[in-house]
Each structure stands twice: as C-alpha cells, then as structure tokens.
C-alpha cells in the first residue's frame, strides 16, 4: 500500500503545473488529519482541521485525484485492540498426600511435577486470572486457602506484571509475560528485644521472572519455599488470546 501510494504521488506532482487549482474538504472518519497533511502537502495546498476532522485541499483536478484515492487509504479503522487472558495457578507441593482433589484441568500438570520433584501431594491454594490489552500489564491479589493464619491475619497472594504481548512465530502464536512477579504475603509472629508482647508483621516472599508460552499451554513458572514450612508453592502460568 505504501509503495502504491508512493507512485500515486509521483505521478499526481507531475501534473500540478498545468492544471488550473480547484478546492475541495475531505471530511475524515479515522486518520489523524494533521498526519494526512503531512503526507498530502507535496500535491497541493492542505489545511487540515483537528476538531471538525477535516482536510481542505486546494489542487489541480489530476492531483485531487490521487489525494482521494491516498486517503481512501489511510483513512481506515485502526485494527482491533486484542486482550490477553493471564491464568496463574499458586499451589502447594506436600510432604504427605493432598486430602483435597485437584480440578481436572491440573493433572497434566501435576504428572509433570511428580516426575521433577519428590513430593508426596499437590493441592491448589489460589488462582487468579487477569485480562489485559495486548502489550499493557495487571495484577491482582487475594487470599490463599489453607495459608499460614496468624492472629486472624491470612495469607495473601500478589501477582503482577509489566506486559503481556502477543507472539506471532513460525508455529502460529505465542504469548510473552514481561516482568512477571507472584509472591506470598505471609503473616509471622514477631517479639521485639524487651517486649512482653509479640506482633503480626508480612513477610514478603515471591518468584521475579519473564516467561514465553505457546498459547494455552501451562507452564511451571517456578519453586519456593513462600511460607516457612516444610511445603513448596509452585507457581504455574497459562495464557491465551480473547478475540
């Protein structure tokens, strides 16, 4: 399109000389008309009007022309924003079998997990799932189940991240997670030097990372001891593209 409109202009300069001018508005519905002047100039007069989104132009009849078709071509609708449905999936990795099933959606995965790690059991502790336009980022927070509870104080899951881009490569689509932090805000007992008293503070504990996926895939992100117990969280990440 670039190249057509490139000879349109070329051609349309030539004619500017022996043409007598004539003028004409160009009521625009997308483009920026200051852009479009920018582009049209060389062919004749234009004024462009941001408010009334309006392009006047004052041209000989060849050039008017070639201005109608280049902005029958740049003046289109911008493509369609696409959002990105970011699923993450915090579960706990046990000494002893879970008591409690896993969704059906997780044994996949759990299969896998068994095959990196020694673990007797794997239950899910929290999920959360996070829409956002393509390339712009998220988070969310909420409370775990079957967290550490200190003084009525629970557990409290934190997710974020920078981006969310889509991936285009030579397998169809992939999805990249820019900046990706989940942690656990986990509630403690803390005494100070000469208090008669002890306090609930937060201890902060989390995985940083960047991930590429396929989409639709789950992938497991990563492994920490969040809590202090003789548990692991196991971070588990899966994306897709909403049309």
Same mark, same amino acid.
């Given at each position: 399109m670039k190249r057509c409109a490139i000879l349109l202009l070329f051609a349309a300069m030539s004619c500017l000389r022996a043409e007598e001018p004539t003028g004409q508005v160009f009521q625009l519905k997308y483009a920026d008309p200051n852009q479009l002047r920018e582009v049209l100039s060389a062919l004749g007069k234009v004024d462009a009007n941001s408010q009334l989104k309006t392009l006047t132009v004052v041209t000989g009849h060849e050039a008017m022309l070639a201005i109608e078709k280049l902005i029958k071509q740049f003046d289109v609708p911008p493509p369609p924003v696409r959002n990105i449905d970011v699923t993450i999936y915090l579960m706990s990795a046990l000494p002893a079998p879970a008591t409690t099933a896993l969704?059906?959606? *997780? /044994? !996949?995965?759990?299969?896998?997990?068994? !095959? *990196?790690? !020694?673990y007797k059991g794997y239950q899910l502790i929290d999920t959360q799932v996070i829409r956002v336009r393509a390339g712009q980022g998220g988070e969310a927070s909420g409370v775990v189940n079957n967290g550490s509870s200190v003084g009525g104080a629970q557990t409290i899951s934190q997710i974020k991240f920078r981006s969310a881009s889509i991936?285009?490569? /030579?397998? %169809?689509? %992939?999805i990249?997670?820019?900046?990706?932090?989940? %942690?656990?805000?986990?509630?403690i007992r803390v005494t100070a030097p000469g208090a008669a008293q002890t306090s609930v503070q937060f201890l902060d504990t989390g995985i940083f990372t960047d991930v590429d996926i396929r989409e639709n895939q789950k992938v497991v992100v990563g492994k920490a001891n969040m809590d202090g117990s003789d548990r692991a969280s196991i971070v588990v990440l899966t994306a897709k593209v909403v049309e």
């Open positions: 969704p059906a959606e *997780m /044994e !996949s995965v759990v299969k896998q997990l068994k !095959s *990196m790690f !020694s991936v285009p490569d /030579e397998r %169809g689509q %992939g990249r997670i820019d900046q990706l932090r989940v %942690g656990l805000k986990v509630p």
